[in-house]
């Protein structure tokens, strides 16, 4: 199974129409949205070509190959104009013999994490920071980092394959790569 992962698009449509242009050429299996789709956020300045009503068409042609949780700039308004399910506070999905646990970052984190096994992987967004790490229990974290409002580094995403989580910024450079583990 081929995914991209993306997370923290809050509005931009110049960043996003980049990373369908490797959506388009990557033909993963499904993109992974982690949140944070149309809305900036009140905490966050406007990003760079901010228009969410251009999103939703970019988006929607590819509903069939979507899978979405809510973020926490998310709203019931932005479900009615999605065709595809933003709602859900996270997801599960068993890839290569491992569990992933998908979900935005702002209810589950330290505070709240889910109960995982060795060779499972929590993947989450919110924090606009890119994390590729493999965990002393056994366990990895995944953050592809936000692609239009990053805190540290660049705007990136994840491309998982073959058992490898690939980190890319939007010039399609290779900067981290993880290779998982059977336990």
């Given at each position: 199974?081929?995914?991209?992962?993306?997370?923290?698009?809050?509005?931009?449509?110049?960043?996003?129409?980049?990373?369908?242009?490797?959506?388009?050429?990557?033909?993963?299996?499904?993109?992974i949205i982690l949140g944070d789709i149309l809305y900036h956020g009140p905490r966050n300045d406007l990003p760079d070509g901010y228009?969410?009503?251009?999103?939703?068409?970019?988006?929607?042609?590819?509903?069939?190959?979507?899978?979405?949780?809510?973020?926490?700039?998310?709203?019931?308004?932005?479900?009615?104009?999605?065709?595809?399910?933003?709602?859900?506070?996270?997801?599960?999905?068993?890839?290569?013999?491992?569990?992933?646990?998908?979900?935005?970052?702002?209810?589950?984190?330290?505070?709240?994490?889910?109960?995982?096994?060795?060779?499972?992987?929590?993947?989450?967004?919110?924090?606009?920071?890119?994390?590729?790490?493999?965990?002393?229990?056994?366990?990895?974290?995944?953050?592809?980092?936000?692609?239009?409002?990053?805190?540290?580094?660049?705007?990136?995403?994840?491309?998982?394959?073959?058992?490898?989580?690939?980190?890319?910024?939007?010039?399609?450079?290779?900067?981290?790569?993880?290779?998982?583990?059977?336990?």
């Open positions: 199974m081929k995914l991209m992962i993306i997370s923290d698009i809050h509005g931009s449509y110049d960043d996003l129409a980049k990373v369908m242009s490797y959506y388009e050429m990557e033909k993963p299996d499904k993109l228009a969410p009503k251009k999103i939703i068409p970019l988006l929607n042609k590819e509903k069939d190959h979507i899978l979405a949780v809510r973020g926490n700039c998310d709203a019931e308004v932005d479900q009615m104009v999605l065709d595809f399910p933003i709602q859900s506070d996270y997801l599960t999905l068993y890839a290569d013999g491992h569990m992933f646990f998908i979900t935005h970052g702002h209810l589950f984190d330290e505070h709240n994490f889910p109960s995982l096994n060795p060779g499972d992987v929590y993947i989450y967004g919110h924090f606009h920071v890119p994390v590729m790490k493999a965990c002393d229990d056994g366990t990895y974290r995944i953050n592809p980092n936000s692609i239009a409002l990053p805190k540290e580094g660049v705007k990136s995403f994840v491309i998982y394959e073959n058992e490898t989580f690939i980190m890319y910024d939007l010039d399609h450079h290779e900067f981290n790569r993880l290779n998982l583990h059977k336990f």
